[in-house]
């Protein structure tokens, strides 16, 4: 999945979708010239699936449209988001009907992925000072039944619309200090176990409907103390799929971040896949060549990777024919 952003030409991604084969692209942030517009370069996109670029199947266009200021989506056909925090102080019935309206115009504008609900459990003694998560209020609450009632609602208001959802950030960003994005310092989570409570509002969203789970960029000291959770078996493979019997797609973070850095471009894709995950997210797009030449070398020189890989693709393939993308 690689990035767009709005002040990219709706043509930036074409030839990495005709060459390169990507079947999934993210709206990054600067869209703020409303559903119309933003129609305008889905519709294009999706018109770059030939049967020659992809097979014939449908991009997956997804967005990070959660709330206060995690709405990259703006303008003329879109409402102006309150936080995850606010949301989880409504009814159910209101939530569902506000994730319902989220879904619907998300859908308008092309977009059949949202990348929320975030699933992550902030303890309100600390969440000040949980830069990723807390500090923004992308938390539905503070005790992890609430935010299992509330991912539950939005996963239901988003898949009635007729669009995915995704529950992030597995196995949860609420009890580190730094945000992965930027930075490699306080993202060691040391308190999450394989039977942590703060994990059931991830169970909750897969129940529910969910197209996808993303998996964050952190490390897991109790869970695999040697590997960032994207590349990391035990937790993708062991806990995830195994443990939570989750079969659908797993998705990564953002395969730019600070946190990953440290980690050779193309190995990021292969321990990703190796691991157990699906897809790869790149905002930048530039990357993606290198990632797929070193996903194809490496099933080249490896059958058993190579059977990951093609059990990955079915994934993909399984939730694109669940949101119409494949013709058949």
């Given at each position: 999945?690689?990035?767009?952003?709005?002040?990219?030409?709706?043509?930036?991604?074409?030839?990495?979708?005709?060459?390169?084969?990507?079947?999934?692209?993210?709206?990054?942030?600067?869209?703020?010239?409303?559903?119309?517009?933003?129609?305008?370069?889905?519709?294009?996109?999706?018109?770059?699936?030939?049967?020659?670029a992809t097979g014939g199947v449908g991009l997956l266009l997804a967005a990070d449209q959660e709330g206060g200021a995690v709405q990259q989506l703006r303008?003329?056909?879109?409402?102006?988001?309150?936080?995850?925090?606010?949301?989880?102080?409504?009814?159910?019935?209101?939530?569902?009907?506000?994730?319902?309206?989220?879904?619907?115009?998300?859908?308008?504008?092309?977009?059949?992925?949202?990348?929320?609900?975030?699933?992550?459990?902030?303890?309100?003694?600390?969440?000040?000072?949980?830069?990723?998560?807390?500090?923004?209020?992308?938390?539905?609450?503070?005790?992890?039944?609430?935010?299992?009632?509330?991912?539950?609602?939005?996963?239901?208001?988003?898949?009635?619309?007729?669009?995915?959802?995704?529950?992030?950030?597995?196995?949860?960003?609420?009890?580190?200090?730094?945000?992965?994005?930027?930075?490699?310092?306080?993202?060691?989570?040391?308190?999450?176990?394989?039977?942590?409570?703060?994990?059931?509002?991830?169970?909750?969203?897969?129940?529910?409907?969910?197209?996808?789970?993303?998996?964050?960029?952190?490390?897991?000291?109790?869970?695999?103390?040697?590997?960032?959770?994207?590349?990391?078996?035990?937790?993708?493979?062991?806990?995830?799929?195994?443990?939570?019997?989750?079969?659908?797609?797993?998705?990564?973070?953002?395969?730019?971040?600070?946190?990953?850095?440290a980690v050779p471009v193309g190995q990021r894709a292969v321990r990703f896949i190796d691991a157990g995950g699906d897809i790869v997210l790149t905002a930048r797009a530039s990357d993606a060549g290198t990632m797929i030449g070193?996903?194809?070398?490496?099933?080249?020189?490896?059958?058993?990777?190579?059977?990951?890989?093609?059990?990955?693709?079915?994934?993909?393939?399984?939730?694109?024919?669940?949101?119409?993308?494949?013709?058949?």
């Open positions: 999945m690689i990035g767009l952003d709005g002040a990219s030409s709706m043509n930036a991604d074409d030839t990495l979708i005709a060459t390169q084969h990507v079947g999934n692209v993210i709206y990054l942030g600067g869209w703020a010239e409303g559903a119309a517009s933003i129609r305008t370069t889905s519709d294009h996109l999706q018109s770059q699936a030939s049967s020659t303008g003329p056909g879109f409402s102006t988001l309150v936080t995850a925090l606010q949301q989880g102080s409504m009814s159910a019935a209101a939530r569902t009907a506000y994730a319902k309206t989220i879904g619907t115009q998300l859908k308008s504008a092309g977009v059949n992925l949202d990348l929320a609900p975030v699933a992550d459990t902030v303890p309100a003694a600390t969440a000040a000072s949980n830069a990723p998560i807390g500090s923004f209020d992308r938390e539905y609450g503070h005790d992890p039944a609430t935010v299992a009632q509330s991912v539950r609602d939005v996963v239901q208001g988003l898949v009635s619309a007729g669009v995915g959802a995704t529950v992030k950030h597995f196995p949860g960003l609420g009890r580190v200090t730094g945000n992965t994005d930027v930075t490699t310092i306080g993202t060691t989570d040391t308190d999450t176990t394989e039977n942590d409570p703060y994990l059931t509002p991830f169970a909750a969203g897969m129940k529910a409907g969910a197209g996808a789970v993303m998996v964050s960029s952190a490390i897991y000291a109790k869970l695999d103390p040697a590997n960032r959770a994207p590349f990391s078996a035990k937790i993708v493979t062991g806990l995830l799929r195994g443990k939570l019997g989750w079969h659908g797609v797993v998705i990564t973070d953002d395969m730019n971040a600070v946190a990953v850095a070193a996903l194809l070398a490496h099933a080249a020189s490896d059958p058993a990777f190579a059977a990951k890989l093609s059990a990955s693709t079915h994934r993909v393939l399984a939730l694109k024919q669940r949101l119409g993308l494949v013709r058949c």
